[in-house]
C-alpha cells in the first residue's frame, strides 16, 4: 500500500493538450450537447420544506443551513423579475428553475430608475415610492401594489425550496440619487419587517449593485436597519465588473466577486475568484457574475456572443478556482427580454431562453457539489502542470482525506495523476460530463494505471470532469 504522507509532496497532474479548434467569441451558441428539458424537479428537497443558509460553514470555506448542513449554491440571476413580470410569470419563471435544479434567486426589490436600468414601475404601473425612498408606503399591510409583490415574489421563490438572495436596490441605479444615507435606515427597515411580517424564510441580503462608486455609507445605513428588526441572515455585496466585495461592506458574511462579461474572461480562465480568496481570509467567496449565456463580448453584438462551452466552462472553472458554488445568468432572462426595448442586443426572449443549453446543464454542477460535502475537495494551482492556458486551462483538487483528486478539462485532454498523494494502491478512475451528466466508469488500475488518462469523447467542445478515487 501507498501511505499518505505526513509531510505530503507536490501531487503532480499531467495534462498534455489536445490540438484543437478554438472556441471564438463570435460563434453561435451551441445546443446539440445540451440535455433535453428536464423532467419536474427531482433534485430538490421537498421543495417548500428546503433550509436556506444561515450561518458560515464550520470550516469557513462556504454556507450551511440552520443544521449546519452545507448549501450548495446555484443561483440563477433575475435581477428584473420583480418590476418586468405579472405574478404569473413569476410563477412561470420560478417553477421552471425549480425544476431544473436552482437552489438560488438573485432579485432586486427595487432595481430600475426611469431612465437608468430599465424603468422605476413594476408590470401592473406600481410605484415603490413616491420621488425616493424618503417616501415609503406608510403601511406594510396591503395585499397590493409595488411591495405586495415583491413580497410574492419572495414566497413564491422559497415556497419552490428555492433561496432568495435579494438586493434591497440596485446601486447603480439608485444608491446616491434615490436612496441616500439618511434615509437608507428607514429603508432596511421597513423592508425586512416586510418579510418578518409575511413569515418569510431568510433571505441573504446583498448590497451594492454594480457599482464602481461603493456608496458605503448608503449600505452601512440599509444594513443597519436590516439588523434593527432582529434579522440576522447573511450578507454580502455585490461589485461592479472585474472586481470583488472585499472592503466594501463592513460585517459581510462572505465575499462576491463579478468575474462579467468583457476583461478577464474574453480569452478564457479568469483569475479573479482565485486571487480574491488568496485575499479573503476566513470569508468563503463565490462569483455572482460570471459570463452570461448569449451576452454580446463587451457589450458589443458586433464582438459576437458567448457560446455554451465558454459559459460551461466559467462555471465550472469558479468552482474548481475555489468558490463555494456557481451563478448563472442569461442575457434575455436577467432582464425579462419579451421582445421589446431590450437592453445591450439580447437576441432570444426570456421565456425562449428558459431552457437554454446551459440552463438545463447546471443541475449537473449541482450533482457534482452534492457529493463533495462529507470530504471537501481543496483547489491547488500546484495540481497541474502544463494544463495549458485561455479556455483549456485545467483545474485540479484534490479532497483533505487524501482519497480523491478531480481535474476540470475545458478541451478534450490525456491527463496524467500522479498516485504519491493518494491514499492506497487501487484506484477507481472514472469521468463525469458537465454537458450530460453522464458518468463513464473506467477499469480499477494502480499506480502504473494512472498516467495517460484519455476523455471517453473528443468532441472540441466536449470538457470532463475526471474523478480519481481510492478503491482500498
Known amino acids: 500500500m501507498v501511505g499518505f504522507p505526513a509531510r505530503p509532496r507536490l501531487l503532480v497532474v499531467t495534462v498534455v493538450c489536445a490540438a484543437l479548434m478554438a472556441l471564438t467569441a463570435a460563434c453561435s451558441t451551441a445546443v446539440d450537447d445540451a440535455a433535453p428539458p428536464p423532467p419536474p424537479d427531482t433534485q430538490a428537497t421537498d421543495r417548500a420544506d428546503a433550509l436556506p443558509p444561515t450561518q458560515v460553514s464550520t470550516d469557513r470555506r462556504a454556507l450551511a443551513d440552520e443544521n449546519g448542513t452545507r448549501f450548495v449554491w446555484v443561483a440563477d440571476t433575475?435581477?428584473?423579475?420583480?418590476?418586468?413580470?405579472?405574478?404569473?410569470?413569476?410563477?412561470?419563471?420560478?417553477?421552471?428553475?425549480?425544476?431544473?435544479?436552482?437552489?438560488?434567486?438573485?432579485?432586486?426589490?427595487?432595481?430600475?430608475?426611469?431612465?437608468?436600468?430599465?424603468?422605476?414601475?413594476?408590470?401592473?404601473?406600481?410605484?415603490?415610492?413616491?420621488?425616493?425612498?424618503?417616501?415609503?408606503?406608510?403601511?406594510?399591510?396591503?395585499?397590493?401594489?409595488?411591495?405586495?409583490?415583491?413580497?410574492?415574489?419572495?414566497?413564491?421563490?422559497?415556497?419552490?425550496?428555492?433561496?432568495?438572495?435579494?438586493?434591497p436596490a440596485w446601486s447603480q441605479a439608485h444608491a446616491g440619487v434615490t436612496l441616500r444615507a439618511e434615509h437608507g435606515r428607514a429603508y432596511g427597515r421597513f423592508l425586512a419587517q416586510r418579510l418578518r411580517d409575511k413569515q418569510a424564510k431568510p433571505v441573504v441580503w446583498v448590497m451594492g449593485g454594480d457599482d464602481t462608486e461603493p456608496h458605503t455609507d448608503v449600505w452601512r445605513?440599509?444594513?443597519?436597519?436590516?439588523?434593527?428588526?432582529?434579522?440576522?441572515?447573511?450578507?454580502?455585496?455585490?461589485?461592479?465588473?472585474?472586481?470583488?466585495?472585499?472592503?466594501?461592506?463592513?460585517?459581510?458574511?462572505?465575499?462576491?466577486?463579478?468575474?462579467?462579461?468583457?476583461?478577464?474572461?474574453?480569452?478564457?480562465?479568469?483569475?479573479?475568484?482565485?486571487?480574491?480568496?488568496?485575499?479573503?481570509?476566513?470569508?468563503?467567496?463565490?462569483?455572482?457574475?460570471?459570463?452570461?449565456?448569449?451576452?454580446?463580448?463587451?457589450?458589443?453584438?458586433?464582438?459576437?456572443?458567448?457560446?455554451?462551452?465558454?459559459?460551461?466552462?466559467?462555471?465550472?472553472?469558479?468552482?474548481?478556482?475555489?468558490?463555494?458554488?456557481?451563478?448563472?445568468?442569461h442575457h434575455s432572462v436577467w432582464q425579462f427580454y419579451d421582445g421589446h426595448d431590450g437592453i445591450n442586443a439580447p437576441r432570444p426572449t426570456w421565456r425562449e431562453a428558459l431552457d437554454a443549453p446551459v440552463a438545463q446543464q447546471v443541475r449537473h454542477l449541482r450533482t457534482f457539489l452534492a457529493g463533495q460535502s462529507d470530504d471537501p475537495l481543496r483547489p491547488d494551482a500546484a495540481l497541474v502542470r502544463g494544463q495549458g492556458d485561455g479556455w483549456s486551462r485545467a483545474l485540479a483538487m484534490r479532497s483533505e482525506s487524501g482519497r480523491r483528486v478531480v481535474v476540470y478539462v475545458p478541451r478534450p485532454t490525456s491527463v496524467g495523476v500522479d498516485p504519491a498523494r493518494l491514499a492506497g494502491d487501487r484506484f477507481a478512475v472514472s469521468w463525469f460530463s458537465p454537458r450530460t451528466g453522464e458518468t463513464v466508469s473506467g477499469d480499477q488500475v494502480g499506480p502504473d494505471g494512472l498516467a495517460g488518462l484519455a476523455p471517453p469523447t473528443s468532441g472540441a467542445e466536449d470538457d470532463w470532469v475526471l474523478d480519481v478515487r481510492s478503491a482500498d
Open 78 to 167: 433575475a435581477w428584473l423579475l420583480t418590476q418586468k413580470l405579472t405574478r404569473e410569470e413569476i410563477d412561470e419563471y420560478l417553477e421552471r428553475r425549480a425544476a431544473q435544479g436552482f437552489t438560488v434567486v438573485l432579485m432586486v426589490a427595487v432595481a430600475g430608475r426611469d431612465g437608468t436600468f430599465a424603468r422605476t414601475a413594476n408590470a401592473a404601473g406600481d410605484l415603490p415610492f413616491d420621488g425616493d425612498f424618503g417616501s415609503l408606503p406608510a403601511s406594510a399591510g396591503d395585499s397590493r401594489g409595488y411591495w405586495a409583490h415583491v413580497d410574492y415574489a419572495v414566497r413564491a421563490a422559497q415556497q419552490r425550496g428555492l433561496t432568495v438572495a435579494l438586493l
Open 221 to 329: 445605513e440599509v444594513l443597519a436597519g436590516i439588523r434593527e428588526t432582529g434579522d440576522r441572515g447573511l450578507v454580502s455585496y455585490h461589485p461592479a465588473g472585474w472586481s470583488s466585495s472585499l472592503g466594501r461592506l463592513e460585517g459581510a458574511d462572505f465575499v462576491m466577486t463579478q468575474s462579467s462579461h468583457c476583461t478577464g474572461v474574453q480569452d478564457g480562465y479568469p483569475t479573479l475568484v482565485e486571487s480574491t480568496i488568496a485575499q479573503a481570509g476566513q470569508l468563503p467567496v463565490i462569483d455572482a457574475e460570471p459570463l452570461y449565456e448569449e451576452h454580446p463580448w463587451c457589450w458589443e453584438p458586433s464582438r459576437g456572443y458567448s457560446t455554451t462551452a465558454q459559459v460551461r466552462a466559467q462555471l465550472w472553472w469558479s468552482v474548481f478556482a475555489g468558490g463555494f458554488g456557481a451563478t448563472y445568468g
